[in-house]
């Protein structure tokens, strides 16, 4: 049976309120696969993430989410997202509150008080990162890696399937660089499928399946990693 994907577009076409952005882009990514996402500034990486994530409409085409198009998804626990580091501003919060943030979209209605399957959750992230030591400093005090880890704790903490990462090694230092890799290319053995969004490789090149290029919004290169 043909397997279906987490990820696909089908001739998807966005235009952000002028000429298209993103022009006939289709690609169809496997669950347990992990990828990158290549381009330049303006090449329209960021705005294929937000229309994977429901944030800007189609002009034409579909994106879909575990066969089912986005405009319809519902199961949003699922996925994971973890923003670039540099557009995050969390101030007065701790560690581990920032990761416990993550439990929000489990949670039926969401303002329920945190339950015992939301703190092992939580735990079970902290830990994964290596940040379980660090849960009561605030997040604004950390380094860039520190606070790198943390929003991918807090991503991992909705236990989802697919994990989708906005430049998750910009603006840290190579040897957090290679120990972060260290650790998504293990979140990726557990089955989880990544897709991460990079200007450059860097440590996570040897680890990446697949890489998608775009430039001035077209595929341009969907390459299988050597």
Do not use: C
Request: glycine share 12%.
């Amino acid at each position: 049976m043909p397997v279906t994907p987490a990820v696909a577009a089908d001739d998807l076409t966005v235009a952000l309120g002028g000429p298209p952005v993103l022009r006939e882009i289709s690609f169809a990514i496997d669950p347990a696969s992990y990828v990158g996402l290549f381009g330049g500034n303006g090449s329209g990486k960021t705005t294929l993430v937000r229309t994977l994530l429901g944030l800007v409409r189609p002009e034409a085409g579909s994106a879909s989410l575990f066969g089912t198009p986005v405009g319809k998804f519902r199961n949003w626990s699922r996925i994971g997202y973890v923003p670039q580091r540099t557009a995050v501003s969390i101030d007065a919060a701790t560690v581990g509150e920032v990761v416990a943030s993550g439990r929000l979209a489990r949670r039926r209605p969401f303002f329920l008080r945190a339950g015992r399957a939301d703190r092992e959750a939580t735990d079970e992230a902290l830990d994964r990162l290596g940040i379980s030591g660090l849960a009561d400093r605030e997040f604004a005090a950390l380094s860039g890696g520190q606070q790198q880890r943390t929003l991918i704790a807090r991503a991992l903490a909705g236990r989802p399937e697919l994990l989708i990462l906005d430049e998750p090694l910009a603006g840290i230092d190579v040897e957090s660089q290679e120990s972060l890799a260290a650790t998504l290319a293990a979140l990726h053995d557990d089955g989880r499928t990544l897709l991460a969004v990079l200007h450059e490789p860097g440590p996570l090149g040897p680890s990446l399946q697949r890489r998608l290029v775009l430039d001035q919004g077209r595929l341009v290169a969907d390459e299988v990693s050597a």
